[in-house]
């Protein structure tokens, strides 16, 4: 006995489980789309690496022909003006101003020169009536004074009053009650301050302005702390020869 054919079976596109009810394959379309996206990104990427790699290839090519150019002198350097300042007329004169205002206020005396200082140059602004040696010292002679000049070895007696380059008073033998003696030649007198006075004869009244190279040494174990010009106005008072006695053991040096 022939059994009828059961019809063919056909799948339900879901199974039947207990609590739940899940579709086969439910992300197939998800993963599909995002693998499309996921490309698309990739090769937006990748352009984009593409780009930046390009860019950068033509800046190093557009450095190197550049520094080809500069080398080369073919493609010439603009001239640096930082390095270099030009002196303007009008600084000097403000300069010159407010030296004269603070030596006015120092009351400093009278023909008295100005110093421009601009950072590590100074310039003496002063009259006619001021010589300059070949050594950079400049003197004025106020009164000349009579008799010879002071020799090495021989001991002078002065009077001085000193200012700095502001017209301010630093020193005087005036204030001190006594005038200063000093013998020529033994390296007691700033170099400067012993050639102003060496040609001075008993009497006479000079002003000395003493550059920085013939002034006293500067540091702190000193009176000076910088370099500066010193100005000095000396009167010499007299000139002493002197001699070297000996009593015994013990030897000095007598001015008379």
């Known amino acids: 006995?022939?059994?009828?054919?059961?019809?063919?079976l056909q799948l339900k596109p879901s199974f039947s489980f207990?609590?739940?009810?899940?579709?086969?394959?439910?992300?197939?379309?998800?993963?599909s789309i995002q693998k499309k996206y996921f490309l698309h990104c990739c090769s937006n990427c990748d352009l984009k690496d593409e780009r930046e790699q390009n860019g950068n290839i033509e800046y190093s090519k557009r450095r190197q022909l550049l520094v080809f150019l500069i080398s080369s002198g073919l493609f010439p350097t603009l001239p640096s003006s930082g390095k270099t300042k030009v002196k303007n007329p009008y600084d000097e004169?403000?300069?010159?101003?407010?030296?004269?205002r603070v030596?006015?206020?120092?009351?400093?005396?009278?023909?008295?020169?100005?110093?421009?200082?601009?950072?590590?140059?100074?310039k003496v602004v002063a009259s006619n009536n001021y010589i300059k040696?070949?050594?950079?010292?400049?003197?004025?002679?106020?009164?000349?004074g009579t008799g010879d000049f002071p020799k090495s070895g021989q001991q002078v007696t002065f009077h001085y009053i000193g200012?700095?380059?502001?017209?301010?008073?630093i020193d005087s033998s005036y204030q001190q009650g006594s005038p200063a003696k000093?013998?020529?030649?033994?390296?007691?007198?700033?170099?400067?301050f012993e050639?102003?006075?060496?040609?001075?004869?008993?009497?006479?009244?000079?002003?000395?302005?003493?550059?920085?190279?013939l002034g006293p040494p500067v540091g702190p174990s000193t009176f000076f702390s910088s370099k500066q010009f010193e100005v000095f106005d000396v009167e010499l008072l007299g000139v002493k020869d002197c001699t070297r006695r000996t009593i015994a053991f013990y030897s000095d040096v007598v001015c008379d």
Request: aromatic share 8%; no cysteine; glycine share 10%.
């Open 1 to 8: 006995m022939l059994m009828p054919a059961s019809p063919p």
């Open 18 to 31: 207990p609590y739940r009810s899940i579709t086969p394959f439910p992300t197939l379309g998800r993963i």
């Open 93 to 100: 004169k403000r300069l010159l101003e407010q030296n004269k």
């Open 103 to 122: 030596q006015r206020e120092n009351n400093a005396p009278d023909d008295f020169p100005s110093f421009v200082r601009e950072g590590f140059e100074v």
């Open 133 to 144: 040696s070949g050594s950079g010292l400049i003197y004025r002679d106020f009164e000349v």
């Open 163 to 169: 200012y700095n380059e502001s017209g301010r008073r």
């Open 182 to 192: 000093i013998r020529m030649g033994t390296n007691a007198l700033v170099p400067g």
């Open 195 to 213: 050639e102003g006075i060496k040609d001075m004869k008993p009497g006479g009244k000079r002003r000395i302005i003493i550059p920085p190279e």
